[in-house]
């Protein structure tokens, strides 16, 4: 039988994306994704809950996420989970688990416009093709 890791999340960005290079040169950016849950307990009363998840996004997704990206900006994240450890500075082996983003997607900001940012650099990309034909 097949395995299946699949996350979906969405959520306000907790703060503005990171990027970096490794050292062979490939980008990654990470960000944090609060999603808050609404319920109402046994006496009615309203509860609030906030999850925040770490997201981490690749090669020129990870330039597209850094670029539109920004804190309180409403997102889609479709991906997997990744667990990996590393070692504090007490000598402490700590463990992080991350989503691993396959899909970004900007939601509307009350605007009532969304913005998928790969369709964004694509139109870009046509528009700079276009602009070089001589006719």
């Known amino acids: 039988m097949r395995g299946l890791n699949r996350v979906e999340i969405m959520g306000n960005l907790g703060a503005d994306p990171e990027m970096r290079y490794t050292p062979t040169g490939r980008p990654v950016t990470q960000f944090r994704v609060a999603v808050h849950r609404r319920w109402r307990n046994a006496d009615g009363e309203p509860q609030e809950?906030?999850?925040?998840?770490?997201?981490?996004s690749w090669g020129r997704q990870a330039e597209v996420a850094n670029q539109f990206l920004e804190k309180g900006a409403p997102v889609y994240v479709e991906g997997r989970l990744s667990t990996r450890s590393y070692e504090d500075a007490n000598g402490q082996t700590r463990y992080i688990t991350e989503v691993i983003?396959?899909?970004?997607i900007l939601l509307p900001r009350?605007?009532?416009?969304a913005e998928h940012p790969e369709e964004v650099l694509e139109e870009a990309a046509e528009e700079e093709e276009a602009a070089e034909i001589p006719f």
Request: charged content about 40%; aromatic content about 12%.
């Open 49 to 56: 809950k906030v999850e925040w998840f770490r997201v981490v």
């Open 101 to 104: 983003a396959r899909d970004i």
């Open 110 to 113: 009350g605007n009532g416009r």
